[in-house]
């Protein structure tokens, strides 16, 4: 209806109007509250607490001074199967009845919504004759259901008419409404509540268009009596309301509903640095029905320092709400890609930096990475594999920041979705990029690793150069730690090789390198076995000295891996001549391995003959000799890849 027309229909009546109206959406909130009293005198005395709620914030924030209703939930007891004393239920239906009456004297008063408001009486007169009578106190489980049932598929209640009634007075508050405030459609201000809804609709503008083809978040203000209002509808669900009061000029109180209790935690965590005090958050549950009737409220307050500082907070607090329509969607979308508690803090993340969470929806949510996914990985996704199984939790992170902030801008600047999704996957494989330099970082964990075993058992050699000797015995054991370190990177990689296109050859390479450390926790083991008589016979020589070697080509192998992530086409020469001089100095290290190894059985032919000794000198001397073959084939492989792939990309 336009203004005008209601206007010429009002006559007289347009002085009542905003007061009936004003009365009715205070109604409203005595009406769940109401709602919310049965429901929890019920619940407690199915299940005493021992510390039953009193919701006297709830009480007192919908304008009722009878203190006594605090005291409802602790006293109600259940008497038999389905049935309570609750105190006061015959006054509590009586006042439901009261305040529906005046959620529809505003309707009943136009001749425009006369015929609905008459629909509404009958609805009302119906639902209360199917009551059960309620014998003074005492009330049943299946009448607290029928009055508090909010879900349709359970038939019409008296929630779902106070629920019609509050859309209908909200679209009679927007028709009506005398001034349009920066967006937010009001009646009854003055020159001060213009200026704190002006506030509160900068921030409220400011996001809004981050919520982009969804509906939701038209404001409407009043003054009623010494109070403003200010409420925002956010989404689509009817539970979902945001109503602020002013009172005093400095006294802000905050009522938040939600069906989720998380989206209520993090509503509350936006504001955290504002100040805010909330009261405990209450369930509220209808009692004999689903898990779906539950819903949350939250009463928050705040007593600004000065006018500036309250204009601040509302500003502050209208940019948040934008944040909060479909949060629970996109918490679930982006949970599919990494761990809940990631996905909460990517949301955070995002409003903070008034990306928001829309945009990633509306182009597809997940499966605008799973998209991206198919191109980039070289086998099909595995029912249930998120994204930070394939590149690590921090990758994922990040590329998801990446994701958000790139649908949120895209969009907002009226990029076309092909560019947008583009971006999208490229950088997917720019992070797998980033995931081939974990697997060389993880690589040369791992040659760090085979650099130990080398060292220890060398130092343990010259220490004590006596096959089973303490040093060698006590080296044999760190080295059994170590190769099982070495083992979980071998796996680590492997798993992150499978998902990853082009990336097999990082677990062929470190499954040869691999060997490396297999066969130096070999020779660890051999050289501290003590055999009989083997007092005071000295290890040959040119068994310390290969292992020496082992060692040095050991790490120039590491300084090989760790140099190739800087590696690529146009980088510096430097890490380039690094990488080649490792490479290369391996090659001859391992030339002089074989020769070693032949000098050591040189020398034990000359030494008299012990087939223990000479078995164990010579499978130590074996194994150094495996190790240094199978660092020299996994540098091939590393200089092969690094020259033929990496320098061509």
Known sequence: MAKTQIIDALGEKALLLPTLLGAATQANERAKYVLALLQMAAAEADRPSGEAPTLRAERENCGLREVRLDRVIARSESIGPGTYLIPEAGHLVEMLGHALDEMLAPLAL????????????????????????????????????????????????????????????NELQSSIAEEVVAGARAYGLNDGDRKLVAAFMTGLQRTAPLKFDHPGLATTAARQQAMLLIQNDIGETDAHVLVVKIVDDLSVSITYSDVHAPRLRFFQDLLAASGVAWEEARARQTVGLADDDLFYIAVGKLCAADRSALEAFLERLGSRIVFLIDWNRARKRLGLLVPNAVAIELLEWAAEREFGHRAFLQLGGERLIFDALEQAVRTPLRFGESLHEMIGVEEARDYLRFVLETA????????????????????????????????????????????????????????????????????AEGAKALESQADELVRTIRSIAQRIAGTDVFRRMVEISDDAADALEDAAFLAGIATANESGRPIPAALVELADLARDGAAAFKRAVEAAPLVHRGSDREPVQIFLEAADGLVAIEHQMDRKERDVTVALMGEPADCRHLYLATAIAHRLEEAGDSLLRASFMLRDHILGTVLFE
């Not at 330099?437 to 060292?455: F, K, N, P, Q, S």
């Open 408 to 475: 949120a801008t895209g969009l907002r600047d009226g990029r076309s979705l092909m560019l947008i999704r583009d971006r999208i996957r490229a950088e997917l494989f720019n992070h797998f990029r980033s995931a081939e330099e974990r697997l060389l970082t993880d690589m040369g964990r791992h040659a760090a690793l085979i650099v130990r075993l080398a060292e220890d058992l060398t130092a343990a050699m010259r220490l004590r150069p006596m096959l089973g000797s303490e040093a060698l015995i006590g080296n």
């Open 110 to 169: 136009l001749a425009a919504t006369a015929r609905q408001a008459q629909e509404f009486v009958d609805r009302k007169r119906r639902l209360f004759a199917a009551l059960p009578p309620i014998d003074g106190n005492l009330i049943d489980g299946d009448t607290i259901a029928a009055l508090t049932s909010g879900r349709p598929s359970a038939g019409d209640g008296i929630h779902l008419l106070i629920m019609d009634l509050h859309k209908q007075i």
